[in-house]
Nanobody
């Protein structure tokens, strides 16, 4: 059984930082690309960033480029999202998702986590 478990969310002031983690079990990292996707209150899903460790292919949404950094620790089967210079508009539930072979924003995900809340507010 595949499980994706996010953690690391919380309340942070504008300009602050958080690091999200997504621990994967039952899934081979070399086979799946992993993405962070967020959903702000009252809005739809927004792809944030994706990584495919097999070929080091990484991508970011324009809204987070230069502020967020995605990475993996394959030995720990864990995906990370380092979020710096946070803005109130980054407030959302952040999910990690897995897609076989490559990250493809807008396409269906094979597996999802349960999400972790990030709130950016003074």
């Amino acid at each position: 059984e595949v499980q994706l478990v996010e953690s690391g969310g919380g309340l942070v002031q504008p300009g602050g930082s958080l690091r999200l983690s997504c621990e994967a079990s039952g899934l081979i990292f070399d086979d799946y690309a992993l993405s962070w996707v967020r959903q702000a209150p009252g809005k739809g899903l927004e792809w944030v960033s994706g990584i495919y460790s097999y070929n080091d292919n990484i991508g970011y949404a324009d809204s987070v480029k230069g502020r967020f950094t995605i990475s993996t620790d394959n030995a720990k089967n864990t995906l990370y999202l380092q979020m710096d210079s946070l803005k109130p508009e980054d407030t959302a539930v952040y999910f990690c998702g897995a897609q076989f072979g490559s990250w493809r924003p807008g396409d269906a995900y094979d597996y999802w986590g349960q999400g972790t809340q990030v709130t950016v507010s003074s």
